[in-house]
């Protein structure tokens, strides 16, 4: 009984000392420092809420007083004589399909590419395969014999290696001699699926308008409802398409290609430098670049290109870290080329550093992950630090519902949808400092894993285990964890000792993090 109440006591006494010291260092250092992180936040908070209610508004005016794009700029349809006789009026047009090992969707991107309305002697398709399987390789390039053997102009393409990347092997498909007479060039990756009538309605703006560089089609999602992960993307990428591009189409301040489902006006690719693979959004570059010489881009909601979302949580955070540290990297490299261009106003170059770049690409990210997920919280330990109603409910709420407006059917997911962008705002945040920092991994491109048309194909094989990596491998996820250890914590503090209620949004969170630290998200549980 003695020992035990050694112990004790020393327990006791440690568990006072550490009281003391935190006692000493938090008036003099923590508070201050708390505060001007809370500040710091709500600064950062309060321009992603400008930015969002700018898009609100003029998305609002877009829809009720401005004209549809056919109607703005000058278009025509596609003479159906010309394309009886295959030749006319037709332009010879350029569909580059990227594959990498892509043994799930191939037949169906290619299929889609074949399908498309046009004469078969003004239409040259390109698959542009860097697969490291050659079985992979060998049955794309059966598929594209078997279109051939049918009367396409299909050319199946290789590279020694993957230098560059996706990059690399666009700019290398431009190359070669049989696309030097073609005048636009479309672009859809491998689990792209075009309707027939995607060039008859998109080249007629590039052909009638010299000025215009690129027509932009909108995604749509075959395996939406698969899973709660498809639905959380669809929700951040219907926003994306039906208010941030539309603005930035319909004002011509800026929109950024997507990198798949476009058409380009090949002269505005070289007069812009060409695709280049200084950063792993090549596609993004291309469009800053040849907005900067003066080109301006159309965006078409209607023009929709069905396509697959990332099903894995393993996936999808490999795709969120190339699309977070890619433009956060490009903008390290590009923002005084924008600054010091003379070729567009000043409101253009103010919208593309500001709006699209600072606050869409930067801020958002580290707004969410900070406040939320480490300043909020830890104002529950400091109970000396108020953070105002306004910063914590109000705005977050309104931001919350700007963001639903592109899929309102999903409304009801909309609590859950914010505890999880929280969590991969940890991702993002990470990865924005790494292009910002140009750190390791600032150049990591790991192709987006996809699985098909899930609807049709429920009873697919299970994937292969792999051998662990370090650690625990893929399943568990010790920094979500280590976070969810952090905010329980909080959580706990506040009830136990605190005054306020936000212990409820902070267990909730704990709740998705540590979902997403095993794993539990998806399709497939990690082994």
């Known amino acids: 009984m003695g020992d035990v109440s050694i112990i004790q006591a020393t327990a006791s006494d440690i568990a006072g000392q550490i009281g003391m010291m935190w006692e000493v260092l938090k008036a003099p250092l ?169 060039l008859r309605r998109s080249v007629p703006f590039l052909t009638h308008n010299p000025e215009i560089a690129l027509v932009q089609g909108r995604w749509r999602f075959v395996n939406a409802n698969e899973c709660l992960l498809t639905r959380m993307q669809e929700m951040s990428l219907d926003y994306h398409f039906t208010v941030e591009q539309e603005v930035g189409s319909s004002t011509h301040a800026f929109f950024g290609f997507n990198g798949t489902g476009g058409i380009w006006r090949i002269a505005a690719i070289n007069e812009a430098g060409g695709w280049k693979d200084r950063t792993t959004v090549e596609d993004m570059d291309l469009a800053v670049r040849a907005s900067l010489k003066g080109w301006k881009f159309v965006y078409l909601g209607d023009l929709q290109v069905k396509s697959e979302l990332p099903s894995t949580f393993k996936a999808f955070r490999f795709q969120q870290h190339r699309w977070s540290c890619g433009p956060a990297n490009l903008f390290r490299k590009m923002v005084m080329e924008i600054v010091r261009n003379k070729r567009v106003n000043f409101w253009k170059k103010f919208y593309v550093i500001y709006s699209f770049f600072f606050v869409r690409k930067i801020i958002a990210h580290m707004v969410t992950f900070f406040f939320f997920c480490v300043v909020l919280p830890l104002t529950l330990l400091v109970p000396e630090v108020e953070v105002p109603i306004w910063g914590v409910i109000y705005i977050p709420c309104i931001i919350t519902t700007l963001n639903s407006v592109g899929t309102p059917r999903s409304i009801h997911l909309l609590f859950y949808w914010i505890l999880f962008e929280n969590v991969m705002a940890f991702h993002r945040t990470k990865a924005t400092f790494i292009g910002l920092l140009e750190a390791k991994r600032a150049n990591e491109w790991v192709v987006t894993e996809k699985l098909g048309d899930t609807m049709k194909n429920k009873d697919r094989p299970k994937p292969a285990k792999k051998a662990r990596g370090p650690l625990f491998g893929d399943r568990i996820l010790p920094q979500e964890l280590g976070f969810a250890v952090f905010l329980f914590f909080c959580g706990l503090y506040d009830v136990l000792y605190g005054k306020r209620v936000y212990f409820v949004y902070v267990f909730l969170q704990v709740i998705t993090f540590t979902i997403a630290g095993l794993g539990y998200v998806g399709t497939i549980v990690p082994s």
């Open 30 to 198: 923590l508070v201050p420092l708390l505060k001007a992180a809370v500040y710091i936040c709500l600064v950062m908070e309060l321009m992603l809420f400008v930015e969002r209610l700018y898009m609100g508004v003029v998305i609002v005016l877009v829809k009720i007083f401005m004209k549809k794009p056919d109607k703005r700029y000058k278009w025509e349809p596609m003479n159906d004589d010309d394309l009886e006789i295959g030749s006319g009026d037709f332009p010879k047009v350029l569909v580059q399909i990227p594959m990498f090992n892509e043994k799930e969707v191939y037949k169906i991107s290619i299929g889609a590419a074949c399908n498309l309305s046009w004469p078969s002697d003004r239409l040259v398709i390109q698959v542009l395969d860097d697969s490291t399987d050659p079985i992979v390789k060998d049955m794309v390039e059966t598929e594209c014999l078997r279109w051939a053997s049918k009367g396409l102009n299909i050319t199946y393409q290789i590279r020694e290696t993957r230098g560059g990347y996706k990059a690399g092997a666009l700019k290398e498909g431009l190359k070669h001699n049989y696309v030097k007479d073609c005048e636009y060039v479309v672009i859809f990756d491998a689990d792209f699926r075009p309707e027939p009538d995607f």
